[in-house]
């Protein structure tokens, strides 16, 4: 226990001690609900008529799904939902896992093994290194979203089996987007499987919101691709989508699929739901395209306030002009990179932005 008290001290001493704070009536500029789809009324409509009609079509089905997929969570609702979702974003099929969180460490600790490797962008997500980190595949970082070091990486290092390049598309700390179709002809070139974390780009970029691998026109190039729907979508859960094998593949060996609770009814429904609801959001989109900051439009706009102390600092006095920004600390980024990050939704509006934009100049 004196080991654990000592760690806990030595992260308030360097400004990054987590704590769990109560939601507030701040201007949301903190959450990952680009779309407003989690407040949204008509998907709170959709979901109790749906969610009622899906319990009455599953009467042995309760609140919980009673078991994994592999024993009593399975219905017919889900692999419908699978198929559907597949469809929508243009892969062969797909697998449903509880969070994105559990999609990536299945994924990644499952498919690549001890003779291959795995090469990641230095900016992935916590999900995807500690998926990697469960796999026992060699790994190495390039650096973020740099060609030329990836492309040395892919010619220099020599595996055995096979090879992974891991990337989002929206990177989650500073909103940075990946140069996809360079990085999918990359993998061409070396023969390497490409795996694309969508987490913050499905909603928002893309035809009828399907992402930014089907705007840059990559989906047939990938390995798989993760999509969580606690974002964008106003819901819970994710899906990885890919091949029919991969989807076989991964209910067989990914243990976050295997050794788990099904997602249940509730939670399917309302991922229905919002699905159904999606296309439709093309107002929303492009107001939200329209409030860009940067002279690229990304969801997350981040501002750089080296230190742990001023970053927090200057996320108190936003807080105190009404706006909830969540400053980024080290070492969830690296020291000198911490960060203001900004999430614009739907539901901000210009004035806001413009408000918040010059309060952030004041600074
Ligand atoms: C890029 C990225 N991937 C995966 C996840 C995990 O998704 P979930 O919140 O559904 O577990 C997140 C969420 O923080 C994320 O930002």
Request: with cysteine; hydrophobic share 40%; net charge positive.
């Amino acid at each position: 226990m004196e080991g654990l008290i000592q760690q806990l001290k030595k992260r308030k001493n360097v400004g990054n001690y987590r704590q769990l704070k109560h939601a507030h009536s701040l201007i949301d500029f903190a959450s990952n609900d680009y779309l407003g789809l989690s407040r949204s009324a008509q998907l709170k409509k959709q979901f109790f008529y749906e969610f009622e009609k899906a319990m009455q079509e599953n009467p042995d089905k309760g609140i919980g799904s009673t078991g994994s997929r592999l024993l009593t969570g399975n219905t017919s609702y889900a692999e419908r939902l699978e198929e559907q979702l597949a469809h929508f974003h243009e892969f062969e099929a797909g697998l449903l896992f509880s969070c994105g969180y559990m999609a990536n460490v299945g994924l990644l600790s499952s498919v690549a093994k001890n003779e291959d490797v795995i090469f990641f962008d230095a900016r992935i997500h916590a999900s995807m290194r500690d998926g990697i980190r469960l796999s026992r595949a060699r790994s190495f970082p390039f650096y973020h979203n740099d060609l030329d070091h990836l492309e040395t990486r892919l010619r220099n290092v020599v595996s055995l089996g096979s090879r992974f390049v891991c990337i989002e598309s929206v990177y989650s700390t500073d909103g940075s987007l990946s140069p996809l179709e360079e990085i999918s002809s990359l993998c061409i070139k070396y023969g390497a499987h490409l795996i694309v974390d969508e987490a913050h780009a499905v909603g928002v970029f893309g035809p009828l919101g399907k992402g930014l691998t089907a705007e840059k026109k990559i989906t047939n190039r990938l390995f798989a691709q993760v999509t969580t729907f606690g974002k964008a979508l106003g819901a819970y859960g994710a899906i990885v989508l890919g091949s029919k094998v991969l989807k076989d593949y991964l209910l067989n060996f990914a243990h976050s699929a295997i050794y788990t609770t099904a997602l249940p009814l509730h939670c399917l429904s309302t991922i229905k739901c919002a699905y159904e609801i999606l296309p439709s959001l093309e107002k929303e989109r492009s107001h939200l395209h329209s409030l860009k900051w940067q002279t690229v439009f990304s969801p997350i706009q981040a501002i750089k306030i080296p230190g742990n102390a001023k970053v927090q600092e200057c996320a108190r006095f936003l807080t105190e002009e009404g706006f909830d920004v969540r400053p980024l600390v080290s070492p969830t980024v690296k020291r000198g990179e911490e960060s203001l990050r900004v999430c614009l939704h739907a539901f901000n509006t210009m004035q806001q932005v413009r408000r918040l934009k010059k309060c952030i100049d004041s600074l």
